[in-house]
């Protein structure tokens, strides 16, 4: 791998690293073929691509009993660790949770009050690896809101993932669906025989999940559509090289597609940094899929001329994940409007948010950062104003109101108010 100087990059180069749509596009056609057929055929379409896809002949699409058992029945060291990761997540969690509220603003009574969304849909990955965590993380944030039905799909494997069941359990689900991609996000928007539909879906998944999601948004709602891992790691001189290229080497063994960056004002550090890539991969089990995530094209170990250019560079990437390993990290995140997660310090891996730390890891990738955060109690949540005037209140807004409403031609508005004030 090769150090590559910022001020050397193309237009095109530029675009490719700020592009990380991760072919999502292009599986939008097979997402939408599939979505129409478990519209027109239910449970029996979610069993044909089980068998498709997956490779499983599924009976029962529910396993909500079979998830329960699980937790019975994991070995009880690893049930301690995902009830501790569970935890610090609820504990985190529980911070967002806000308060109804009312105020006086100059004798108008107005406010906020908030109500979680009555039924909504978890999908946990599972296709080419095992994901409890994401389980936690989608799942306690919606049971800490108070959602009343959590319904969640996982893809169906020959033998039951009993630890992502167990997790799942845990979490709080009161649903479990044996379902994958864009058939068991068409299930939780539609509904079939078996899954009864939801009205929010969040979660993360490969290109086939986010197509689908991004196909039935509009229909439901959806959160953010969290594709492929990112990290980019802003490093000075101080930094060590082992450890940012450790921190990168995890990000990118999630999938070829992820996106994996270090940036530095510091050459022998950048030279450092691509030595310990290429020294530490070839020990990793992943190790086909963390190199093609290196040679994508939004991935790099680049070289800027000050420690100002890294920040920008890192501000306009608006990575998932930021991590800072600098010698005044906080002074430097200053300068930081847009990541998903920020971690700080040498001692604050992105493996420990991933896991156990208590924040969420279902994160806005490919630039979505610029706009929008990670799941959140609010994301389960949807929002009320209410109001109430007297009659002194009411009569000081008169005037603004109807000459407004009459300046629309909305006549029946201005009366609305000019009868209250009638003898
Ligand atoms: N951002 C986050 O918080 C986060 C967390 C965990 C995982 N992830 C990401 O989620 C993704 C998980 O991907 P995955 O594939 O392992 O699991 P997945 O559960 O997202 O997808 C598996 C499903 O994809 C469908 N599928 C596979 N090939 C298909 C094809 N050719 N046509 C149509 N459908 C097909 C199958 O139905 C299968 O059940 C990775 O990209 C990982 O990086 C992100
Ligand atoms: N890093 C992933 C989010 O981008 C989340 C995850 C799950 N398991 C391990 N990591
Ligand atoms: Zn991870």
């Given amino acids: 791998m090769d150090v590559q100087e910022t001020a050397e990059l193309s237009p095109a180069d530029r675009r490719a690293l700020f592009d990380r749509s991760g072919g999502v596009e292009d599986a939008r056609g097979t997402a939408h073929e599939i979505i129409d057929r478990v519209r027109e055929e239910g449970d029996s379409a979610l069993r044909a691509y089980a068998t498709e896809f997956d490779g499983c002949e599924i009976g029962n699409i529910e396993i909500t009993a079979e998830a329960a058992r699980a937790a019975d029945e994991i070995d009880p060291e690893l049930k301690a660790h995902i009830e501790t990761a569970a935890e610090n997540i609820r504990a985190f969690h529980e911070t967002q949770l806000p308060e109804d509220w009312r105020q006086s603003f100059d004798g108008r009574e107005l406010g906020r009050r908030f109500r979680p969304i009555e039924r909504v849909g978890v999908y946990t990955p599972g296709g080419t690896a095992s994901y409890p965590s994401s389980a936690l993380m989608g799942i306690i944030p919606a049971d800490v809101a108070g959602v009343d039905h959590i319904a969640v799909a996982t893809p169906p494997a020959k033998t039951l993932d009993t630890t992502t069941l167990a997790a799942i359990h845990i979490a709080g689900a009161d649903s479990v669906y044996q379902s994958g991609g864009a058939q068991a996000i068409a299930a939780l928007a539609y509904g079939t025989e078996t899954v009864s539909a939801t009205e929010k879906i969040v979660g993360p998944g490969n290109r086939f999940v986010t197509a689908a999601k991004a196909e039935v948004q509009g229909d439901v709602e959806i959160d953010v559509l969290a594709g492929p891992s990112e990290l980019v790691v802003v490093a000075d001189e101080t930094a060590d090289p082992a450890l940012v290229a450790a921190d990168m080497i995890a990000q990118a063994e999630h999938d070829p597609d992820a996106a994996v960056v270090a940036v530095t004002d510091d050459a022998a550090l950048a030279t450092a940094i691509t030595d310990a890539i290429d020294a530490q991969t070839g020990n990793r089990a992943r190790e086909e ?83 929008t955060g990670g799941l959140s109690v609010e994301t389960f949540l949807r929002s009320t104003t209410v109001q109430r005037l007297d009659r002194a209140a009411l009569s000081d807004l008169r005037a603004t109101i109807t000459t407004l409403a009459e300046t629309e031609g909305l006549e029946a508005h201005a009366a609305s108010i000019d009868q209250r004030f009638e003898e």
């Fill in 289 to 371: 899929i963390i190199r093609e995530s290196f040679a994508g094209d939004a991935s790099g170990v680049f070289l800027t001329r000050s420690l100002s250019e890294a920040v920008l560079f890192a501000e306009e990437y608006a990575p998932e994940h930021l991590s800072i390993q600098a010698d005044d990290e906080e002074a430097l995140l200053e300068r930081i409007d847009s990541a998903g997660s920020v971690f700080l310090g040498p001692y604050t891996p992105v493996a420990a948010g991933d896991y156990a730390t208590g924040t969420n890891h279902v994160l806005p990738t490919n630039g979505r950062a610029r706009v």
